[in-house]
């Protein structure tokens, strides 16, 4: 099993930033990629970005919704075992629970039956 617990979370003004965390733990050696959806009021959960890798760790791929593309970076620290959301230029429309996933298979994903381990999330709100 893999536990990831999601911080970062909070309340903001349109135009600002905030950064996510994801701290997982348990069988990290099973992972092969990992991303960010999230779950606007009324709405279904939807992608936001991923990040898979090479089975060497030499190469790291990245894969962004449209809705956020230049504006969210995802990043990984190996050493701490933990994902990065960085959002900037935040939006009203960027409200929403951000939940961080798991899966154990590579490749890019941006289905929610992709993956196969999810965080309990952390909201953010964004204010006009």
């Known amino acids: 099993q893999v536990q990831l617990v999601e911080s970062g979370g909070g309340l903001v003004q349109a135009g600002g930033s905030l950064r996510l965390s994801c701290a997982a733990s348990?069988?990290?050696?099973?992972?092969?990629?990992l991303g960010w959806f999230r779950q606007a009021p009324g709405k279904e959960r939807e992608f936001v970005a991923n990040t898979w890798w090479s089975g060497n760790y030499n190469h790291y791929y990245a894969d962004y919704a449209d809705s956020v593309k230049g504006r969210f970076t995802i990043a990984i620290d190996n050493a701490k075992n933990t994902l990065y959301l960085q959002m900037n230029s935040l939006k009203p429309e960027d409200t929403a629970v951000y939940y961080c996933?798991?899966?154990?298979?590579?490749?890019?994903?941006?289905?929610?039956?992709?993956?196969?381990?999810w965080g309990q999330g952390t909201q953010v709100t964004v204010s006009s």
């Open positions: 348990g069988r990290t050696f099973s992972i092969f990629g």
């Open positions: 996933t798991a899966r154990r298979t590579g490749g890019a994903g941006t289905q929610e039956e992709d993956y196969d381990y």
